[in-house]
């Protein structure tokens, strides 16, 4: 009984692993053009919803750049008060905390010509689940929620924009298969030791 129930938990435990990697989603910005200059990134960003938890990768020629930059810089197509200056060709962003990010090149005039920035906005897990919902029609009754201070959202640089309400909803997307398979988890040890 003790190898099939090791043996159950090790299955359980890389279902776990796998949910939670192939959740969350890495989006390359501007698609298979990247970040350059003929790109519109309105165009792109419109229709898809940017998760908690998903990150954005900027695939570009060394002689570009990304910063990332308050509503104004961005607005005005300046890099004053940058948060962020990366550049290499290969720059990846996480998003840990809903709100609206913004970036630009630097670049002199690839900004300014109108196509180099993009700002991209971060939903709760919660609000992208209830969007999918809405799309699909009617669902099942939602399980209780955690209590509010269980679950705390927070930011792993500390620049980025207020952190996401916290319940268990709101957890990124891809710590909400660990939640279900936990549940599985703990229900098959129940089941082994009765």
Not at 48 to 53: A, I, Q, Y
């Amino acid at each position: 009984m003790k190898s099939n129930s090791g043996a159950l938990l090790a299955a359980v435990m890389a279902v776990a692993v796998v949910a939670a990697t192939a959740v969350a989603k890495d989006y390359t910005v501007g698609g298979s053009n990247g970040w350059d200059t003929y790109v519109d990134y309105d165009k792109w960003t419109a229709g898809k919803t940017f998760v908690v938890g998903d990150s954005i990768t900027f695939k570009y020629e060394p002689y570009h750049n990304v910063l990332e930059v308050p509503e104004a810089d961005y607005d005005s197509c300046t890099a004053n008060n940058a948060v962020s200056v990366r550049s290499g060709g290969n720059t990846t962003f996480e998003l840990a905390a809903a709100g609206t990010r913004y970036f630009i090149c630097s670049i002199p005039r690839h900004c300014l010509n109108g196509t180099m920035h993009v700002k991209v906005t971060t939903v709760p897990y919660s609000a992208a689940a209830a969007a999918a919902a809405a799309d699909a029609g009617p669902s099942p009754a939602p399980l209780p929620s955690a209590p509010a201070d269980e679950h705390k959202a927070t930011s792993d640089t500390g620049s980025s924009p207020a952190a996401a309400p916290s319940t268990a909803a709101s957890a990124p997307r891809h710590h909400q298969p660990l939640v279900a398979v936990a549940g599985l988890a703990l229900a098959a040890l129940l089941a082994m030791a009765a």
